[in-house]
């Protein structure tokens, strides 16, 4: 599948595209609607290009329609739901059928493949098993391949890396940045692999963890609301991450306009499911930033790349009128190999210009008693944000551990800006 | 011949330095002399103690970043121009003082200076022949009681 000629992969799109509108039109109550109101009928999709005509859909549609309200399939053939809790209040649930699982499943294996891991490899996963997709997606995955999985889930990294030591572990699945605030993880052991995702992260993080630990860092990308990790995976050329558009139909959308962008622009990640049957998702916008690119990849795989996603459209900062994403900030501190990626972005209103503070954590490596060594540590790290967003943050730098955490995670924006 | 001093990372917030008197008093360290070099974000304050080892770990283990750094006791003539002397001879040694700072001796009148050089042994080795005594750590100790 990986390696199918354009014109029939696109013959295949549309004709999954066709089926899937017909399907969700005569099922989903919310979307047949939605069409009516723009006077579309599933007739109407004649090319790819058509599906355009058809409504968007969004996390608030699956909170509003919760708990389902979207569902496409009859609940006896429903066999499992994933839930995520989002931010505020109610949760989203999505129901799945059997081939929904297996499509799922297949795309962690495709994945999985591409990276080089096989059957005698043995792999663990510490993303969080449970209603998360995170942790069932890689497991079915790994177990689909051969692989010996060790289920361990999140949390515990004492326990994490004894047993990736006394089993021979050879690829972990887990978050980039779980891995690198435990960056003791290679030590002494048998890792090769790490399957990085679930959160945006840089290239910046990926040269620190393949630096600090001999490891490949792997890209994996995938969404609850589509179907889990294992939507698109990132090959040895690193082109990108080929997207399994077999089954998941990108777009491009400009987040304002809402008009479809060419590839290679810039904007938010639109997927439209073209084979689910549990849960529908028609022209589902991910909030993610990203790009298509149609240039052949040297690997032979015909199936678009995507640049990782290193940033969401909900987490923009507006500072002094510039769009500014935390993993802009992120990166710039990697370029300082001193200073830990620890820090926090403080904003607050003056009577002028709104106060751009961020406060970074000195470590034991980057400390020094000349004051000279320590003010030109704050210029470098300074340079090396500006170069990057282009504005100038006063830099203060801070005792380690003191800036505020929950569950291992610093929250990172401050916004105190009166709105 | 050199002296272990301690340096602690100070952050731009009150009660920091308070706070680190306070961690070594009760791990029973006392604080024979007490340098701070600050800029108005953060500041760096230089210690030499009773115990080096035992400060740096119980204020690594309340939080601090703190290293330990090798650096140069000398006495000050007690005479005019006492203080020129020295910076004459590391002047003509060729030595670069990266900082220094003065301290008293509670009970007598000696003034002693603590630096820190590129290069400590040529820095001690200049001094020692010029005729300026060095200071080991016992005797910075003793003078101290
Ligand atoms: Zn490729």
Known sequence: MDYMPVEPLRALQLHRLQWTVKYAYERVPLFRKRCEERGVRPEHIKTLADIKLLPFSKKTDLRDEYPMGLRGAPMDEIVRFHCSSGTTGKPICIPNTMQDIEVWKNGAMRCLTMYGIRAGDVLQVAYGYGLFTGGLGLHYGGEGLGCAVLPISGGNTERQIMLMRDLGVTAIACTPSYFLQGVDFRRDTKLRHGIFGAEPWTDEMRETIERETGIVAHDIYGLTEISGPGVAGACPHRTGLHIWEDHFYPEIIDPDTLEPLPDGEVGELVFTTISRCGTPMIRYRTRDLTRLRTEKCPCGRTMRVMDRISARSDDMLIIHGVNVFPGQIEAGLLRVPEVAPHYQIVLESTDTLDRFEIKVEVTDEAFSDDIRHMENLRKRVLDAVKSIIGLTPKISLVEPNTLPRSEGKIKRVIDNRKK | ?145
């Open chain 2, 1 to 145: 011949m050199t002296i272990n001093q301690i340096s602690v990372f100070l952050e731009n917030r009150p009660g920091q330095l308070a706070n680190i008197c306070r961690t070594l008093a009760e791990a029973d360290i006392s604080i024979v002399t007490l340098s701070l070099a600050d800029t108005a974000e953060f500041g760096i304050v230089r210690m030499i103690v009773s115990d080096h080892d035992k400060a740096k770990e119980v204020l690594k283990a309340a939080g601090h970043v703190a290293n330990m750094r090798e650096v140069v006791a000398v006495t000050v003539p007690d005479r005019p121009g006492g203080m020129a002397e020295i910076l004459d001879v590391l002047d003509a040694a060729k030595v670069d003082i990266e900082y220094s700072y003065a301290f008293a001796f509670h009970h007598g009148e000696k003034a002693v200076l603590v630096f820190r050089f590129d290069d400590n042994e040529k820095a001690c080795a200049a001094l020692a022949a010029a005729g300026h005594p060095v200071l080991d750590f016992k005797s910075v100790l003793e003078e101290a009681k």
